[in-house]
């Protein structure tokens, strides 16, 4: 395997300046490494089985592992950093690779209470990598990639990482074992927002304001999207103590506010969540 980061560029302003001329959020004074001179997160690539299968679909994984007090973010992230995406995929001829799959990020609040969804110590996101029919029981296929991320502590570094993989072809009514990896895409397949609605449960979008009731639920969390309008006061509205959420949008034309999102749930006796996708316009 071919693993190794290319240079990373640095930020050069104070946390404040930057993270207000950025969008971005900082850590509290003193939590962050003395060194920002280097990247702070790895990435390489993995895949859920130990060969592929030709006219098949594979799980590969894109792990990143960060330093302590680091971070990188997901997609939807309100304040505006740059969430991981491949630059550059050299794949062998016939094979294509899908969209990037997205686990529940996790709540992140800087001081001014600065809201953003982000991911921190390791999370591994998905691609589907598309085998063609044709692919040849014992070659090798070799799967490069170049991505591109915004890391932050104190300060942000505009990272870059490339890796690449070689897998064997096995063949076309073959099994093949899974990989020795294989547990990371599980852990994130877990993390991966479901389709709602939850049994039981309400979401409703009236007059700029979003409610979700959710029985059984102790905590809930909102992690905004993309195509969400923008949330007012969002360090405090996104997330319950409670079976109940209420979410109020910014905008003065309530007719045209999209609440679109994933939904955090932590029900009464299980220690761990379950992610659901909120998708809400005012027309609904």
């Not at 990598?129 to 040849?136: G, R, T």
């Not at 959710?214 to 905590?219: K, L, M």
């Not at 079976?243 to 749930?265: C, H, P």
């Amino acid at each position: 395997m071919n693993h190794s980061l290319v240079g990373a560029l640095v930020v050069t302003l104070t946390a404040g300046a930057a993270f207000g001329l950025l969008g971005l959020t900082a850590e509290p004074q003193g939590s962050a490494p003395d060194t920002k001179d280097r990247p702070h997160v790895k990435f390489r690539i993995i895949s859920e089985h130990a060969e592929l299968t030709p006219g098949s679909t594979e799980t590969l994984g894109l792990v990143f592992t960060m330093d302590p007090h680091w971070h990188i973010y997901y997609k939807g992230a309100p304040g505006g950093g740059n969430p991981p995406s491949i630059e550059e995929a050299n794949l062998p001829k016939g094979y294509s690779l899908g969209e990037i799959q997205w686990p529940a990020p996790k709540r992140y609040i800087a001081p001014g209470d600065i809201y953003d969804s982000v991911y921190e110590g390791e999370v591994t996101l998905l691609v589907p990598l598309s085998i063609p029919a044709n692919a040849k029981p014992g070659d090798k296929a070799k799967i490069g990639l170049k991505l591109g991320w915004l890391e932050c502590s104190d300060v942000c570094v505009f990272g870059k990482g490339e890796d690449s993989k070689t897998i064997s072809l096995s063949a076309a009514d073959a099994k093949p074992a899974r990989s020795t990896d294989a547990s990371l895409i599980d852990k994130s397949r877990a993390a991966m927002p479901k389709p709602w609605p939850i049994e039981g449960a309400k979401a409703e979008l009236r007059d700029g304001v979003l409610t979700i009731q959710v029985p059984g639920a102790e905590r809930l969390e909102f992690y905004p999207g993309q195509d969400s309008s923008d949330v007012k006061a969002p360090a405090e509205s996104t997330a319950s103590k409670s079976e109940t959420l209420t979410i109020r949008f910014e905008g003065a034309n309530k007719d045209q506010v999209t609440a679109d999102g994933v939904l955090g749930v932590w029900r009464q006796g299980s220690a761990e969540p379950l992610y659901y996708v909120v998708k809400k316009r005012s027309s609904n």
